[in-house]
Protein backbone atom coordinates (compact mmCIF):
# COMPACT_ATOMS: atom_id res chain seq x y z
CA UNK A 1 0.00 0.00 0.00
CA UNK A 2 2.65 2.23 0.84
CA UNK A 3 4.42 1.92 -2.34
CA UNK A 4 1.22 2.33 -4.60
CA UNK A 5 0.49 5.50 -2.20
CA UNK A 6 4.16 7.00 -3.00
CA UNK A 7 3.82 6.48 -6.80
CA UNK A 8 0.73 8.13 -6.98
CA UNK A 9 1.96 11.36 -5.32
CA UNK A 10 5.31 11.07 -7.63
CA UNK A 11 2.90 10.52 -10.69
CA UNK A 12 0.92 13.87 -9.49
CA UNK A 13 3.98 15.75 -8.85
CA UNK A 14 5.32 15.33 -11.88
CA UNK A 15 2.06 16.06 -14.17
CA UNK A 16 2.01 19.28 -11.47
CA UNK A 17 5.43 20.19 -13.17
CA UNK A 18 4.98 19.08 -16.53
CA UNK A 19 1.78 21.71 -16.49
CA UNK A 20 3.66 24.47 -14.39
CA UNK A 21 6.01 24.11 -17.38
CA UNK A 22 3.59 24.60 -19.98
CA UNK A 23 1.88 27.68 -18.45
CA UNK A 24 5.07 29.24 -17.80
CA UNK A 25 5.68 28.75 -21.58
CA UNK A 26 2.39 30.38 -22.63
CA UNK A 27 1.16 26.81 -23.73
CA UNK A 28 -2.27 26.04 -22.47
CA UNK A 29 -4.18 22.97 -23.57
CA UNK A 30 -7.43 23.93 -25.05
CA UNK A 31 -9.58 20.93 -24.69
CA UNK A 32 -11.58 19.89 -21.16
CA UNK A 33 -9.38 17.05 -19.59
CA UNK A 34 -6.21 16.66 -19.48
CA UNK A 35 -4.00 13.76 -19.54
CA UNK A 36 -6.30 11.80 -22.44
CA UNK A 37 -4.82 10.81 -25.58
CA UNK A 38 -5.79 13.74 -27.30
CA UNK A 39 -3.75 15.81 -24.90
CA UNK A 40 -0.54 13.49 -25.12
CA UNK A 41 -0.94 13.77 -28.98
CA UNK A 42 -1.10 17.90 -28.72
CA UNK A 43 1.82 17.98 -25.87
CA UNK A 44 3.86 15.45 -28.47
CA UNK A 45 3.13 18.45 -31.45
CA UNK A 46 4.60 21.23 -29.17
CA UNK A 47 7.76 22.85 -30.09
CA UNK A 48 9.86 25.46 -28.48
CA UNK A 49 12.50 27.85 -30.18
Sequence with gaps: M???GAAVKGRTRKRQ???SF???HGKIYPG???WCSRFFKWLHDLSFG
Design 2 to 4: RAR
Design 17 to 19: EIR
Design 22 to 24: LLR
Design 32 to 34: KQA
